[in-house]
């Protein structure tokens, strides 16, 4: 399953949530990610650790380029040597495929720094 190849869709308040079957399915594809649960919201979680904080703000600013590029925003915490990335989609208040497809991106963006470094 290559998860980086396809695109975010847009979503409805009715648009559904992955289920369980779903979850076990795609988590694999993106086994670095922590499922958790905030506020009975679940969500993709990762924490990222790169050089500085200087590297920390090249990724968080590429993982903005491409949240912005697919219309699907993450929560983003940037610190001194790492950055906490969560996926989850806010009109559904929970997890959608496009979750997923960002958190496979994140990972291939992540990827991508360490081999230029």
Known sequence: MTLTREKCVACRRDSPRVTDEE??????VVPDWRLTED?????LDRTF??????????L???????????????????EWGRVN???????IKGLHRNDFIMAAKTDELFAS???SA
């Open 23 to 28: 979850i076990s399915e795609l988590h694999p």
């Open 39 to 43: 506020d009975g919201i679940r969500r």
């Open 49 to 58: 650790k790169v050089s500085g904080f200087a590297a920390a703000m090249e």
């Open 60 to 78: 968080a600013d590429r993982v903005g380029a491409a949240a912005d590029e697919e219309g699907h925003h993450p929560r983003l915490i940037v």
């Open 85 to 91: 990335v969560a996926w989850w989609t806010h009109k």
């Open 113 to 115: 720094m360490q081999r």
